[in-house]
């Protein structure tokens, strides 16, 4: 190969080096450049959609904290679950239930045919704070934005 490049006129050796200068530059781009370029722009939408999503993460924890940056506090009562459950469907002025009723002597059970589910979801977490937790729950959808729901909470 060296006899050959010799044999070649100097027109001819600057061709073939500046063949060579651009095939080597062509793999190397080729071979890590692009690579490397193409990987680092999937890296900074990731990321970008990584902090997306731990800014909804923080906006919905500042709405559950609430703007106080405190914790919300649980709250106490000595009445009956069944008692508590009404209280707290009244203040939250939904339609009352189709029953609620006693369900050993720290639980109860609450039957609504038709109830709007954020207001549930309130109420529930509502009554968390209180203490009382959630042992089952069925949920069956009804129309738009209402539900049937069945569900037992004990006091914990």
Known sequence: MKEWYLRQTPRDRLIVIGVAV????????????????T?????????????????????????????SGTAVQSKTSDKAPYLLIDQ???QAQMDPP?????????GARVQFA????????????????????VST?????KNQGTVSARFNMERS
Do not use: H, M
Not at 121 to 126: H, S
């Open 114 to 133: 038709e109830v709007e589910f954020d207001k549930l979801v309130g109420v529930i977490a509502e009554l968390e704070l209180y203490g009382l937790t």
């Open 39 to 67: 990987r680092q722009a999937q890296a900074r939408q990731a990321l970008v959609a990584k902090q997306e999503t731990l800014e909804f993460v923080r906006r919905g924890a500042a709405q559950i904290i609430g703007s």
């Open 98 to 106: 189709e029953r609620v009723e006693p369900s050993g002597a720290n």
């Open 88 to 90: 707290v469907i009244r």
């Open 22 to 37: 651009l095939s080597v530059a062509g793999l190397l781009y080729a071979l890590a450049w692009y690579p490397l370029t």
């Open 137 to 141: 729950l069925t949920i069956s959808r």
